[in-house]
């Protein structure tokens, strides 16, 4: 009896903070346009594809990627979070943003990664009383949100920073401009932060969006095939083109609403 009390409870708590994150994403919709619930969907698929892919040739067990699957799933639809911390002037500009605007823009990734490590807050609150799933969660979302612009080459963004500063941290700093930290490169950069930052790229040139019109497929394969080794993890990448045919189905899946037109 004691057993089912706890299971029910348990239960109702993981439904509750299921429920809160759904809430996340609709906000970060709300207040980013290119932010779609579909977008967010196709990433979250995505991802999960090219990890089990990856768990499998690594020798994970079917445990271990089952574990992990609804976790990177939420984390990785929540890689963009941070933005509902942007202006609209800045998140909804049409054209393209100043060196100012696209270094504030940049801060998204640090304010997102702090919202899932800021125990201070409402939510780290609320999900700090759930289960050890949660703090899987928690460390997860904030690795994605933090990692997802990352390059392997080095040259992405934000790098070796202190979260809850955002500054770089000892000895990390680039020489000459001590406000501006090292990017975080090959392996330094966490899995799941790989694997989000090809699975985002991947839908956002394949999809139309308020500055671009959407890139044809064999244009954005091509990319993805010459960015190996450079922007996103070689090894990634040859799963990726080795799931494509699920890939392609999951953007069905998740299609955009047509707009009505004018």
């Not at 799933?73 to 929540?78: F, N, P, Y």
């Not at 390059?151 to 700093?173: C, E, F, M, Q």
């Not at 985002?200 to 960015?227: F, H, M, P, Q």
Request: net charge negative; proline share 4%.
């Amino acid at each position: 009896m004691m057993f089912a009390s706890i299971a029910s409870v348990a239960l109702e708590r993981a439904q509750m903070t299921r429920a809160l994150l759904l809430r996340m994403i609709q906000m970060a919709e709300m207040r980013d346009p290119e932010e779609t619930g579909p977008h967010v969907n196709r990433v979250g698929s995505y991802s999960i594809e090219i990890f089990e892919k990856w768990g499998m040739k690594h020798g994970l067990s079917e445990e271990e990627i089952d574990k992990k699957r609804d976790i990177l799933r939420m984390a990785a639809m929540l890689h963009d979070v941070g933005k509902v911390a942007v202006s609209d002037k800045i998140l909804k500009k049409r054209g393209q943003l100043t060196e100012e605007e696209y270094e504030t823009m940049k801060r998204h990734t640090v304010r997102g990664a702090r919202l899932f490590l800021d125990k201070a807050s409402d939510f780290g609150e609320m999900v700090s009383e759930m289960n050890h799933y949660h703090s899987d969660f928690d460390a997860m979302a904030a690795q994605v949100a933090l990692n997802h612009h990352e390059k392997w080459n080095g040259r992405g963004y934000p790098g070796h920073v202190d979260i809850a500063t955002g500054s770089p941290l000892k000895d990390y700093a680039v020489p000459d401009y001590p406000h501006k930290a090292l990017g975080k490169k090959e392996e330094e950069i966490p899995l799941v932060g790989r694997i989000v930052a090809l699975a985002d790229v991947y839908d956002a040139l394949s999809t139309k969006r308020s500055y671009k019109e959407a890139w044809d497929e064999a244009k954005v394969l091509d990319l993805i095939g010459k960015e190996a080794g450079s922007h996103f993890d070689p090894e990634l990448v040859e799963i990726f083109f080795s799931c494509l045919p699920v890939l392609r189905s999951i953007q069905q899946r998740y299609k955009e609403p047509e707009m009505p037109s004018e």
